[in-house]
C-alpha cells in the first residue's frame, strides 16, 4: 500500500497537466513561505526523548499535554469499574510505585488504578495516570511481568509519545491543507487522486513506521526503567513470548497486538538490550527479582 501510495503521488507530481487542467505549481514565494514556516516550527518544537536521546518534534506544550492526559484519564476512570482483587491493587500500586520512583519525572502526579475489565491492555497518560486492566494481569504472572507491561506505559508517557503523535498529525494536516490550497485551480479529479495519494502517502510513510518506532522506544526505556526499579528485566522476552502464544491461541488477540510490532521483532530487539539492562538492574538500589506471584 505505501508503495502504491508513493507511486500515485509521483504520477500526479510529474505528469502533464491534461487540458483544462492547470496543474499543481507552487510559486517560489509560497514554497519559500511553506519551507520558511516548517523551520520557525521545527526549532520551537525540538526535544529530545529519555535515555534514548532521539530528536523528537512536538508543538504541543506540556501544561497542554498534561491537561489532556488528566481530562482523558476522568472520562475513562468515570466510566469504568475499580478491580475488586485486593492482591492485584497492592501488586500494581507497588509495582508503580517502584517504578515511578526511577523515572525521573518532575510534575507527574501519579495514580495507578487496577480496573475490573477481561481487557488485556494497560496505558499511561501524560502527566503520570496509569490504568491496568485486569486482563492483561494473567498474561504477566507475577510482579516482573506487570512491571514489563508498566514501564512500557509510563516510557510511552515519559517519552511524550502521544503530543508527538497529536504534532506529526498536525503538521500531516497542515501539509494537506497546503496541496489542498495550491491545486485548487485543477480539475476535481486530479486534484482527488492527488490527495488520496497524499493520505496514503503520508499514512504508510511517515504515521505508521513512526507508530511502530514509538513502540520499539517503549520497549527500549521500559526494559531501562523496571531494570532501575529491581525487577530482572529477563522477565521481558518471558512475558512478551506468553503474550505471542495468547495471539497465536483460539483466544481473541490482546488488544495491544494491534499496535505494537511484531513479536519476532520485538523479542530480537529485548535481547539486543537485554545486557545493559541486566547491568542496571545489579547496581539497583534495591532488587525484588520476579516480585510476588499473580496467579
Ligand atoms: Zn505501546
Same mark, same amino acid.
Given at each position: 500500500?505505501?508503495?502504491?501510495?508513493?507511486?500515485?503521488?509521483?504520477?500526479?507530481?510529474?505528469?502533464?497537466?491534461?487540458?483544462?487542467?492547470?496543474?499543481?505549481?507552487?510559486?517560489?514565494?509560497?514554497?519559500?513561505?511553506?519551507?520558511?514556516?516548517?523551520?520557525?516550527?521545527?526549532?520551537?518544537?525540538?526535544?529530545?526523548?529519555?535515555?534514548?536521546?532521539?530528536?523528537?518534534?512536538?508543538?504541543?506544550?506540556?501544561?497542554?499535554?498534561?491537561?489532556?492526559?488528566?481530562?482523558?484519564?476522568?472520562?475513562?476512570?468515570?466510566?469504568?469499574?475499580?478491580?475488586?482483587?485486593?492482591?492485584?491493587?497492592?501488586?500494581?500500586?507497588?509495582?508503580?510505585?517502584? /517504578?515511578?520512583?526511577? %523515572?525521573? #519525572?518532575?510534575?507527574?502526579?501519579? &495514580?495507578?488504578? *487496577?480496573?475490573?475489565?477481561?481487557?488485556? =491492555? $494497560?496505558?499511561?497518560?501524560?502527566?503520570?495516570?496509569?490504568?491496568?486492566?485486569?486482563?492483561?494481569?494473567?498474561?504477566?504472572?507475577?510482579?516482573?511481568?506487570?512491571?514489563?507491561?508498566?514501564?512500557?506505559?509510563?516510557?510511552?508517557?515519559?517519552?511524550?509519545?502521544?503530543?508527538?503523535?497529536?504534532?506529526?498529525?498536525?503538521?500531516?494536516?497542515?501539509?494537506?491543507?497546503?496541496?489542498?490550497?495550491?491545486?485548487?485551480?485543477?480539475?476535481?479529479?486530479?486534484?482527488?487522486?492527488?490527495?488520496?495519494?497524499?493520505?496514503?502517502?503520508?499514512?504508510?510513510?511517515?504515521?505508521?513506521?513512526?507508530?511502530?518506532?514509538?513502540?520499539?522506544?517503549?520497549?527500549?526505556?521500559? /526494559?531501562?526503567?523496571? %531494570?532501575? #526499579?529491581?525487577?530482572?528485566?529477563? &522477565?521481558?522476552? *518471558?512475558?512478551?513470548?506468553?503474550?505471542? =502464544? $495468547?495471539?497465536?491461541?483460539?483466544?481473541?488477540?490482546?488488544?495491544?497486538?494491534?499496535?505494537?510490532?511484531?513479536?519476532?521483532?520485538?523479542?530480537?530487539?529485548?535481547?539486543?538490550?537485554?545486557?545493559?539492562?541486566?547491568?542496571?538492574?545489579?547496581?539497583?538500589?534495591?532488587?525484588?527479582?520476579?516480585?510476588?506471584?499473580?496467579?
Amino acid at each position: 500500500m505505501a508503495k502504491e501510495g508513493w507511486i500515485l503521488m509521483n504520477r500526479f507530481l510529474y505528469q502533464k497537466p491534461s487540458q483544462g487542467d492547470r496543474g499543481f505549481r507552487l510559486s517560489r514565494r509560497q514554497l519559500l513561505a511553506s519551507m520558511g514556516s516548517l523551520g520557525v516550527s521545527y526549532c520551537c518544537g525540538c526535544r529530545s526523548a529519555p535515555m534514548t536521546g532521539r530528536r523528537q518534534l512536538v508543538f504541543i506544550p506540556k501544561s497542554m499535554e498534561m491537561s489532556l492526559g488528566e481530562q482523558s484519564y476522568a472520562d475513562v476512570i468515570s466510566k469504568s469499574t475499580p478491580s475488586q482483587n485486593q492482591a492485584w491493587i497492592d501488586a500494581v500500586h507497588r509495582t508503580g510505585q517502584r /517504578i515511578a520512583a526511577v %523515572a525521573n #519525572a518532575p510534575g507527574f502526579q501519579w &495514580e495507578f488504578r *487496577l480496573l475490573a475489565s477481561p481487557t488485556q =491492555n $494497560a496505558f499511561c497518560l501524560p502527566g503520570g495516570k496509569v490504568a491496568i486492566y485486569e486482563g492483561i494481569v494473567p498474561l504477566c504472572q507475577n510482579e516482573a511481568g506487570l512491571a514489563v507491561v508498566m514501564s512500557h506505559e509510563i516510557a510511552h508517557a515519559l517519552a511524550h509519545h502521544g503530543a508527538e503523535r497529536m504534532s506529526q498529525q498536525a503538521g500531516v494536516q497542515g501539509a494537506g491543507a497546503v496541496l489542498g490550497w495550491a491545486m485548487s485551480e485543477t480539475t476535481p479529479m486530479t486534484r482527488e487522486l492527488a490527495m488520496r495519494a497524499f493520505g496514503t502517502g503520508t499514512q504508510y510513510g511517515i504515521l505508521l513506521p513512526y507508530s511502530r518506532h514509538h513502540e520499539s522506544e517503549a520497549d527500549e526505556i521500559g /526494559i531501562q526503567l523496571m %531494570a532501575k #526499579a529491581g525487577y530482572d528485566p529477563a &522477565e521481558a522476552p *518471558l512475558f512478551w513470548g506468553r503474550f505471542g =502464544n $495468547a495471539k497465536s491461541s483460539d483466544q481473541a488477540p490482546p488488544e495491544w497486538a494491534s499496535t505494537h510490532p511484531s513479536d519476532q521483532r520485538r523479542a530480537a530487539d529485548l535481547a539486543q538490550k537485554l545486557p545493559q539492562a541486566l547491568d542496571l538492574y545489579q547496581s539497583a538500589a534495591s532488587r525484588y527479582g520476579r516480585g510476588e506471584r499473580l496467579v
